[in-house]
Nanobody, 122 residues
């Protein structure tokens, strides 16, 4: 069993930055792919970024490439999302996810955090 707790959301002006963090419980953190998804009002939950098992490979949604960076610290069981050059369309609830399959689909993830709100004002 894995529990995920996100932090770091908030309100920021367009062009600004935020850093989200997700802390995991459980002993098998290094075996999971860790990802961030987001869900805007009235929209489906969508993939943002993934950091594969401790090998360090990452993947990003086209909409955030070059602006967001995902990283993980296996010693502290955390995964972070550094978000720069934020845009109003980045406004959403951001969810941390852990899964044995990973990938860009929600189906690849077995555990989810409660979400943290990110609001970008224009």
């Amino acid at each position: 069993q894995v529990q995920l707790v996100e932090s770091g959301g908030g309100l920021v002006q367009a062009g600004g930055s935020l850093r989200l963090s997700c802390t995991a419980s459980g002993r098998t953190f290094t075996t999971y792919a860790m990802a961030w998804f987001r869900q805007a009002p009235g929209k489906e939950r969508e993939f943002v970024a993934v950091n594969l098992r401790s090998g360090g490979m990452t993947d990003y949604a086209d909409s955030v490439k070059g602006r967001f960076t995902i990283s993980r610290d296996n010693a502290w069981k955390t995964v972070s999302l550094q978000m720069n050059s934020l845009k109003p369309e980045d406004t959403a609830v951001y969810y941390c996810a852990a899964g044995s399959r990973g990938g860009v689909s929600r189906d690849g993830y077995d555990y989810w955090g409660q979400g943290t709100q990110v609001t970008v004002s224009s």
